[in-house]
Each structure stands twice: as C-alpha cells, then as structure tokens.
C-alpha cells in the first residue's frame, strides 16, 4: 500500500470527521424544546402559527416555557374539569383539551368554527362546560399576563400536540 492510498483510505476519513465534529461542537445545537418550537412557528393571515403541547405553553413570548409556573396552560387529554365534565365529549382519552396553567378555574371560552378576526376582545363569561379543542374552532383563553385568541388547525393525539394560529393581548381587546 503506497502513502497516497494509505491517507485516502485513512487518514481522509478521520480528518473529515474531526472537522465535522469541530464545527458541531461550536454550533449551540443542543438547545431547549423551546427553540425548536420556536423555530417552526410561521405567520399566516397576520396570526403566529404554534404547537400548544403537554408541555405548557407562554403565549405571550411564544414559546414553551423551560420552568412550566411561566406557561399559561397546557393540552391534556382528560376534561380539566373533571367535577363538571362534557357529557358531549366522554372523558375517554379521545379529545384534547386546553387547561389554564391554574388548576382551580378554566377561563376559557370556545366560539366555533368562525373567523378569528372576528374575536376583537376577551369574553366577559367563560364557558361554564369546557369544550375540547376541536379542529377549525376558536377559543379565547386566559394567560398568566394577559389573553390568547386562537384556531385550531390540527389535533395530534400521540403527544397532545395541538397546532393553531393564534395573537396574544396584554388588554381583553385584540
């Protein structure tokens, strides 16, 4: 084996790889959930496209919270309010709902399907009867700081995952 062929077959390989993981190791690539959720939100019709998760969600800074007290809720796939559950919706791990990040009250209000430029301000009564999240619905849902307007464009049911569009609001108005 000449010397060429001895560092083509060799020595090529491992100096290939010693710069792949040189440059990888300068790259932050490890980096939290909520990068990598961060990095998939789109803008359509004006509204921020996002994955609400089991893992909580911050809709105000659009992202899934690392400390879940900072989220302002979170899907799950049992009625929240389980001393007053849906009698449309049987709590049988079929549905996803949205919970408030406080588990005592559920300020949530579900309008249907319509337009959610329509929604101009927070609801002044909640639903008293929580609705799950239904695709193409619009729900109103109140944040830690403030409210959260939003449709559903999909319901995955494997990890909670619930892709909508959605606009944050500091006030009750939009």
Request: aromatic letters at 16%.
């Amino acid at each position: 084996m000449n010397i060429k062929t001895l560092i083509d077959r060799l020595i090529k390989p491992f100096l290939l790889l010693f710069i792949f993981l040189l440059i990888l190791s300068s790259c932050d690539i490890v980096g939290s959930i909520s990068d990598v959720f961060r990095e998939r939100k789109i803008v359509i019709d004006d509204f921020v496209t996002d994955t609400l998760t089991h893992g909580g969600y911050d809709f105000s800074n659009g992202n899934i919270p690392s400390d879940y007290t900072l989220s302002d809720g979170e899907t799950i796939n049992w009625c929240p309010d389980y001393q007053n559950p849906n009698p449309n919706y049987i709590n049988n791990d079929q549905w996803i709902w949205w919970r408030t990040n406080d588990f005592n009250t559920e300020f949530q209000k579900d309008y249907g399907n319509i337009d959610l430029k329509t929604i101009n301000s927070a609801p002044s009564t909640w639903d008293s009867v929580i609705n799950p999240l239904l695709t193409d619905h619009c729900y109103v849902v109140k944040c830690n700081d403030g409210y959260a307007k939003f449709k559903v464009l999909s319901v995955g049911f494997y990890y909670f995952d619930v892709e909508v569009k959605y606009e944050y609001s500091a006030s009750n108005n939009f």
